[in-house]
């Protein structure tokens, strides 16, 4: 008996949704903008407001739309890993910095299962524009949020609650491979200036204050940026 030889062929999925999980809440969602056909999903904003709400408080905000297309196109990246979010909006009572883009439900702390955190830096620096990109090694997260500016890059030495101590020069310590290794001593603090910030680019945006200079995907800080940087060298600050 003959069978046929020719076998059927199975078409991907048009737009096919991306798991996530939120480690604090422990609530799943699929996260799917468009359907099989490219026509637009109803109702998943809400949802996903909903998922992204503040876990201290429970109180939701708007998300910026661009924030779960980017995440998404993460996902769709790294296909198979479901994306763990650590932190999506913050109410202000918890957020710090009047500042914050987790108050304005522009940020989203987050990993990807099964890839090094490392690899998620590389991947969102390379690829998108006009986002703040902060890699915490000894926190477990990378940090991403859209702007309308140049894009910045910063890392954070600090551990879960501790006060945050940033590199002095982000590039030069990828380039090293210091951010692989570093963990900072016990204790380290800073100046009040710094523990008023809530990340680098915070006082990158003071250094240049309607500039929009900041340190762009794979390339080097500006020079007023990078002066902000040397600026809080070793030093502490409130999370973000």
Request: charged letters at 25%.
């Amino acid at each position: 008996m003959r069978f046929p030889t020719t076998v059927k062929k199975i078409r991907p999925v048009r737009n096919p949704p991306v798991d996530l999980f939120q480690i604090n809440t422990k609530e799943s969602f699929v996260l799917r903008l468009f359907d099989e056909r490219g026509r637009p999903i109803q109702g998943w904003q809400k949802r996903f407001q909903r998922f992204m709400r503040c876990h201290h408080t429970n109180t939701q905000h708007r998300i910026d739309p661009r924030l779960p297309r980017l995440m998404y196109q993460t996902g769709r990246h790294f296909v198979g890993h479901r994306l763990e979010v650590v932190s999506g909006y913050r109410n202000p009572k918890v957020a710090r910095n009047p500042r914050s883009p987790h108050k304005q439900g522009l940020a989203c702390d987050f990993r990807v299962a099964g890839v090094p955190n490392a690899t998620l830096r590389d991947y969102l620096r390379r690829t998108f524009d006009h986002v703040g990109v902060g890699f915490y090694p000894n926190s477990f997260f990378v940090h991403l949020d859209v702007r309308k500016g140049a894009s910045a890059f910063w890392i954070d030495y600090s551990g879960p609650g501790e006060g945050a101590t940033y590199s002095g020069n982000a590039h030069d310590d990828l380039r090293t491979g210091k951010a692989d290794w570093y963990r900072p001593a016990p204790g380290e603090r800073v100046s009040s200036r710094a523990e008023r910030a809530e990340s680098v680019d915070d006082l990158m945006e003071t250094a240049v204050k309607g500039g929009g200079a900041s340190a762009g995907p794979g390339g080097a800080a500006s020079k007023p940026a990078a002066a902000a940087q040397r600026g809080v060298q070793g030093r502490a600050s409130a999370p973000n």
